[in-house]
């Protein structure tokens, strides 16, 4: 077994509670560090399982059993030029020159506030573009991949008050998305 880092973002349990850090730790949450940040509760993984697609996996299921709901996972499919610098050990400068395309070509273009002065890309878009020109392992892009479908589970599983997740509907959607159950997928 392999150990992965990656942080679940979530609502629906009052932090103030008693209970609030036992309810985690008894829905399978041992693993993680629990903090309340930004109005948002923040679990920081470090889960030990045969592939990142499957400590995801088991992680939402958790919350959700203690009873909060899974907003997203980070770290986020949507990345600027710092983040994808930071993400694959290069500089900004190198980044900043792939995306002008004046060093590679046909690095993706952004997805979001494409018209500002920092706009964002879909990380696994840039991760598959990295990994195929040698800048990054396959592991980075599997995580990528993972990262972005757990989200998309998220969002789908949602009521459409936004407020409710089932665990059958999040199985739903984590069964829908090859990327969270190939678990023995690279990574």
Known sequence: MKTFD????ASGVDPRADDFEDRFFAAGC???TISFQKGAIVLEFTRAA????G??????LNVLQAGAK????EPDYLVSLSDIAERAGLSKAAVSLYAKGARGKDFPAPVARVTTESPLWDWVEVADWMHRHEKLPL????????????????QSAADADKQTITQEKLRKEIVRRKEL???DAPG
């Open 181 to 183: 159950t190939d678990a």
């Open 6 to 9: 990656f942080t679940v973002v």
């Open 50 to 53: 045969t592939s990142f697609a």
């Open 139 to 154: 592991a980075a892009l599997v995580e990528a991949k993972v990262v972005r479908a757990a989200n998309f589970a998220v």
């Open 30 to 32: 041992d693993d993680a």
């Open 70 to 73: 899974p907003v997203h996972v």
């Open 55 to 60: 400590a995801v996996r088991s992680a939402l």
